[in-house]
């Protein structure tokens, strides 16, 4: 697929939501619903593992969890290319 230079820079200016995920756990709908403030879920991530940076269901890299300024943040660690983050985008539609 040729993207050329108008496509690269409608794109660039295109807002999208990011996802950090932490981890998933299993649990039953039974589980789920006797959960009380204080409990603890446990994920599926060793400890310092990171979070994996999603744009809708792609996974397009991975960062460390921060605090900053008193919100959790993400310092990118690991990021997919940039021609196939691009290319990614104009796959799915996103402009």
Known sequence: MDITERDYD???DTEIIVDV???DAELT???FLNLSEGDII???KDAG????????TRIVGTGDIIVMD????????DAMDSDNVVRYFFEEQMI
């Open 70 to 77: 008193e919100k959790l943040a993400v310092r990118v660690q």
């Open 42 to 44: 446990s994920l599926n």
């Open 29 to 31: 709908v039974r589980d």
């Open 10 to 12: 409608l794109l660039v």
């Open 49 to 56: 593992s990171g979070g994996d940076i999603y744009v809708n």
């Open 21 to 23: 995920i932490l981890g």
